[in-house]
């Protein structure tokens, strides 16, 4: 009798458990996301702060949220990235947005030419939490996706293999290749041909002359060994281009607070990272090369700098076109008030 009630005091005792565990909420387990580029490591200047915002996440987020991380096309191509956001190949992409803006034509803000006078005010003009930040989002949310980060512009400059561009006229008869519809538009208004090569066939396309000149970064420049190929570049830039970090909206939405404010911290810490990062690298490691290449840079003097914004302001009207009524027009003015 006594080993008969040892054993059913053991019995109570388990299911006491079993029951008092059952009544405490199950502990949440680690959210598994996955972020997708084509950008590889061999951008040196970018890639860094890019690997920033799923590290920042991980580092701060371990035990509610780990993000894997696959760059370089490895899971999705450049083309692939939004539709395979839509369908759940990938969580989170970055997307450079001249690739989009097609599709989401309020991303233009970031390429109109000679809008944003360095890369300084377009992180304060972009950033998380801005005005123009929160009416691009307002744009893009039509369309069931939000950046939850941005870098500030990339400045574009027009490189010619043989000819120097020092007036609008002296891009007649030129083929600049270009990689988005404001930077053809802006070829259009100068007067030159703009056209579509891969960056991969870009080398080729300039020393066989299929093209003359290329509008691009400094960065295109380096990591294609343009350099050794175009003789020269105009400045300023008549051209930029950024990058933003997307969410489908339901997904974003699908988040708590505490991770959403997490990927908000990250996507500010990256943002941080290319002005700190970045800039600093393209003015000490990659002009340097280019000039060393004997690039010659074609500076310009402010009437020189006049003739081509008063050419280039049509690319301006064109773009609010492109949008509904009166959102074309608040951009601008938030991007330049």
Not at 227 to 235: A, C, E, G, H, L
């Given at each position: 009798?006594?080993?008969?009630?040892?054993?059913?005091?053991?019995?109570?005792?388990?299911?006491?458990?079993?029951?008092?565990?059952?009544?405490?909420?199950?502990?949440?387990?680690?959210?598994?996301?996955?972020?997708?580029?084509?950008?590889?490591?061999?951008?040196?200047?970018?890639?860094?702060?890019?690997?920033?915002?799923?590290?920042?996440?991980?580092?701060?987020?371990?035990?509610?949220?780990?993000?894997?991380?696959?760059?370089?096309?490895?899971?999705?191509?450049?083309?692939?990235l939004?539709?395979?956001?839509?369908?759940?190949?990938?969580?989170?992409?970055?997307?450079?947005?001249?690739?989009?803006?097609?599709?989401?034509?309020?991303?233009?803000?970031?390429?109109?030419?000679?809008?944003?006078?360095?890369?300084?005010t377009?992180?304060?003009?972009?950033?998380?939490?801005?005005?123009?930040?929160q009416?691009?989002?307002?744009?893009?949310?039509?369309?069931?996706?939000?950046?939850?980060?941005?870098?500030?512009?990339?400045?574009?400059?027009?490189?010619?293999?043989?000819?120097?561009?020092?007036?609008?006229?002296?891009?007649?008869?030129?083929?600049?290749?270009?990689?988005?519809?404001?930077?053809?538009?802006?070829?259009?208004?100068?007067?030159?041909?703009?056209?579509?090569?891969?960056?991969?066939?870009?080398?080729?396309?300039?020393?066989r002359?299929?093209?003359?000149?290329?509008?691009?970064?400094?960065?295109?420049?380096?990591?294609?060994?343009?350099?050794?190929?175009?003789?020269?570049?105009?400045?300023?830039?008549?051209?930029?281009?950024?990058?933003?970090?997307?969410?489908?909206?339901?997904?974003w939405?699908?988040?708590?607070?505490?991770?959403?404010?997490?990927?908000?911290?990250?996507?500010?810490?990256?943002?941080?990272?290319?002005?700190?990062?970045?800039?600093?690298?393209?003015?000490?490691?990659?002009?340097?090369?280019?000039?060393?290449?004997?690039?010659?840079?074609?500076?310009?003097?402010?009437?020189e700098?006049?003739?081509?914004?008063k050419?280039?302001?049509p690319?301006?009207?064109?773009?609010?076109?492109?949008?509904?009524?009166?959102?074309?027009?608040?951009?601008?003015?938030?991007?330049?008030?």
């Open positions: 009798m006594k080993k008969i009630g040892f054993v059913l005091l053991v019995l109570l005792f388990i299911c006491s458990t079993l029951i008092t565990m059952g009544q405490q909420p199950a502990m949440a387990k680690e959210l598994k996301l996955i972020f997708a580029h084509y950008i590889p490591p061999a951008y040196k200047d970018l890639f860094p702060p890019i690997q920033g915002f799923p590290d920042y996440i991980n580092e701060h987020g371990k035990g509610k949220v780990h993000i894997e991380h696959f760059h370089s096309g490895t899971l999705l191509k450049s083309e692939e939004i539709p395979g956001l839509m369908q759940g190949t990938a969580d989170i992409i970055l997307q450079l947005d001249s690739a989009i803006m097609g599709t989401y034509p309020i991303l233009g803000i970031t390429e109109l030419p000679l809008l944003y006078p360095d890369v300084g377009s992180h304060e003009k972009l950033k998380i939490g801005s005005p123009l930040y009416l691009i989002n307002q744009e893009l949310a039509k369309k069931d996706i939000i950046a939850v980060g941005t870098w500030p512009v990339l400045f574009q400059y027009i490189w010619t293999k043989d000819k120097p561009v020092r007036k609008p006229e002296d891009l007649k008869g030129l083929r600049i290749r270009v990689a988005g519809r404001v930077e053809a538009a802006v070829i259009k208004a100068l007067g030159g041909a703009a056209t579509t090569t891969s960056s991969a066939e870009l080398y080729e396309a300039l020393q002359g299929t093209v003359d000149g290329v509008m691009c970064t400094e960065t295109t420049i380096i990591s294609r060994s343009l350099q050794d190929v175009v003789k020269y570049v105009t400045k300023p830039p008549l051209g930029a281009y950024s990058g933003q970090i997307y969410m489908r909206r339901d997904k939405e699908s988040l708590s607070p505490d991770i959403q404010k997490l990927f908000i911290e990250s996507g500010k810490n990256s943002a941080k990272g290319f002005l700190e990062y970045s800039v600093p690298f393209w003015n000490t490691k990659i002009w340097p090369t280019i000039r060393k290449a004997g690039v010659k840079e074609i500076a310009l003097t402010k009437e700098q006049q003739e081509f914004k050419r280039v302001e690319v301006w009207d064109w773009w609010k076109g492109l949008l509904p009524p009166g959102v074309g027009e608040k951009a601008i003015k938030l991007a330049t008030e």
